[in-house]
């Protein structure tokens, strides 16, 4: 078990729906992240949160929105995804942002796009 | 630029060492090592902030060299529970970017 939780761990959606991925921590972490990652791919960046703040947008598109409603959660909202969305979504978390610091990642929501 | 990887996979015996190396035509600032297992999560191994420092993990060690911008795992006296994907990173210096190498696929059989 890790200590960075996401739900749902599994989600099929069609290609009109809207959606949300959910990751929660209470480590008292103040960066957030969101990873994308294709099968036998390492991990990408989508996007970073530091003080509940989006401090970095990879040039993800746009049916990708992030929210970060408190410093413990962090969602991914979904709409109108493509085929090629469909990865194993990773939410992670750190102390801050610095990269001298280890992230921490949950187990993923391995996301199928119909 | 990702930093490449080397090998892309290893086969071990139980008992039997291995090095996976990590290297970068750009200038590496720190180095991160995590280890990923089949449908779970990657897990922080360690992270070198410093040229030349070396550090340890139970029988999992690394080191990092800032001027050949590379670092190292070394993998002592392998267990089955060290099988999965390796993964070095490294950071974009100073945009608090973390980019994953190609990762090693190491297998380790009784």
């Known amino acids: 078990d890790t200590e960075v939780t996401q739900t749902p761990k599994h989600l099929v959606m069609g290609m009109t729906n809207k959606k949300s991925l959910k990751c929660e921590q209470h480590?008292?972490?103040?960066?957030m992240y969101w990873y994308k990652q294709k099968a036998k791919k390492p991990p990408e960046l989508m996007f970073v949160?530091?003080?509940?703040?989006?401090?970095i947008n990879e040039s993800v598109p746009s049916r990708f929105s992030p929210e970060c409603p408190n410093s413990s959660l962090l969602n991914l909202h979904l709409h109108a995804l493509q085929p090629e969305d469909s990865a194993l979504y990773l939410c992670?978390?750190?102390?801050?942002?610095?990269?001298?610091?280890?992230?921490?990642f949950g187990d993923g929501t391995r996301l199928s796009i119909l | 630029q990702q930093p490449v990887q080397s090998p892309q996979a290893v086969i071990l015996r139980e008992g039997e060492d291995a090095v996976i190396n990590c290297s970068s035509s750009?200038?590496?600032?720190?180095v991160h090592w995590y280890r990923q297992k089949h449908g779970e999560a990657p897990v922080f191994l360690m992270i070198?902030?410093?040229?030349?420092e070396q550090k340890g993990h139970e029988k999992i060690s690394a080191s990092f060299n800032e001027k050949k911008q590379q670092s190292s795992l070394y993998l002592t006296a392998s267990q089955l529970s060290y099988s999965g994907t390796y993964f070095c990173g490294r950071d974009s210096g100073g945009y608090n970017k973390l980019i994953f190498g190609a990762g090693t696929r190491l297998a380790v059989h009784p």
């Open positions: 992670a978390s750190s102390q801050e942002s610095q990269l001298n610091q280890p992230q921490h």
């Open positions: 480590m008292g972490h103040r960066a």
């Open positions: 750009k200038a590496l600032y720190s």
């Open positions: 949160y530091s003080y509940e703040k989006l401090s």
């Open positions: 070198l902030l410093k040229g030349g």
